[in-house]
């Protein structure tokens, strides 16, 4: 694709073309769950209804049961900023990704990413005794989830990381790693015997969406070829079972047609045969020759 072909290059007049910044218009999954999103953000600016949404729909690690909180976390945000930051990612990285993948398949994807980092934020909590009194709210799971696998499938995109245009598998190995290092920072505290207090970040949620993409994109696939690899080799496992299986039948009634044939000529020699009958018994005597050679 030449330079004049992008779609952000129009025609001018004169032949001449011009630059055309635009906005990419989201996918409907994206503009969705960016929808319902803000629309909760501005439900929580009544502090009874915020109380509500967050005592039931938040993820605090004691109410790890209640299998819909993490799904419904996903959608909380604590202020603006941590709304804007989560569908920035969402919009820009989302709207390529339901595109590539579909509308169906991103939005497993995504919410699948979420759960991950649920269930990564539990544990953490368990395990390091952190974030305790802090329930998990946001998209940071998914969105995480939706960077690794945009930096896996476009590589050439750009994004602003500190005011500075960055290749996204840069900005995703940035990101990353500073999760590893704050998560391996808390395990050595606990180690240390030190106390950890609440923090407003749950970094193992975001590397729990990340870990969930890796799957999703590297195992899953080669996990589901085996399976239909060895599903394909059952099914021709049957087929030949079924094969063998209907040629003893048809030689059982041959042979049991012959077996009434010899006993029709014991009783009334070979005259009492019939045509066919007689046809039929010169035909197993021809292949039991060549059977035999």
């Given at each position: 694709m030449g330079l004049h072909d992008r779609p952000y290059w129009k025609d001018g007049g004169g032949g001449r073309p011009m630059m055309r910044l635009s906005i990419p218009r989201p996918r409907r999954v994206v503009?969705?769950?960016?929808?319902?999103?803000?629309?909760?953000?501005?439900?929580?600016?009544?502090p009874q209804v915020e109380a509500w949404i967050v005592r039931w729909f938040a993820l605090p690690a004691s109410d790890w049961w209640q299998l819909w909180r993490y799904v419904t976390f996903q959608f909380i945000h604590v202020d603006f900023w941590h709304l804007f930051f989560n569908m920035l990612g969402?919009?820009?990285?989302?709207?390529?990704?339901?595109?590539?993948?579909?509308?169906?398949r991103f939005l497993g994807f995504y919410l699948l990413c979420g759960v991950a980092g649920g269930i990564a934020h539990v544990l953490a909590t368990f395990l390091l005794s952190?974030?305790?009194?802090?329930?998990?709210?946001?998209?940071?799971?998914?969105?995480?989830?939706v960077l690794l696998a945009c930096a896996v499938y476009f590589p050439g995109i750009q994004v602003i990381f500190f005011l500075f245009p960055i290749p996204i598998r840069v900005a995703a190995a940035i990101l990353l790693g500073l999760g590893c290092y704050y998560i391996l920072?808390?395990?050595?505290?606990?180690?240390?015997?030190?106390?950890l207090m609440p923090g407003g970040v749950s970094d193992p949620a975001h590397l729990g969406g990340a870990l969930a993409a890796a799957v999703w994109i590297w195992i899953l696939p080669r996990?589901?070829?085996?399976?239909?690899?060895?599903?394909?080799?059952?099914?021709?496992?049957?087929?030949g079972r079924g094969r063998w299986e209907k040629k003893r039948?048809?030689?059982?009634?041959?042979?049991?047609?012959?077996?009434?044939?010899?006993?029709?000529?014991?009783?009334?020699?070979?005259?009492?045969?019939?045509?066919?009958e007689k046809r039929k018994l010169q035909e197993e005597t021809q292949r039991q020759h060549r059977d035999g050679e």
């Open positions: 503009f969705v769950l960016m929808g319902i999103n803000i629309a909760v953000l501005f439900l929580t600016v009544f969402l919009y820009v990285l989302g709207t390529e990704l339901e595109a590539h993948w579909g509308p169906r952190k974030y305790t009194e802090s329930p998990l709210m946001g998209a940071s799971g998914g969105v995480f989830g920072r808390d395990v050595g505290a606990v180690m240390a015997g030190r106390h996990v589901l070829r085996r399976v239909s690899m060895g599903k394909d080799r059952m099914g021709k496992d049957r087929m039948h048809a030689e059982r009634a041959r042979q049991e047609e012959i077996d009434e044939i010899l006993d029709k000529i014991r009783q009334g020699g070979i005259g009492s045969l019939s045509r066919s």
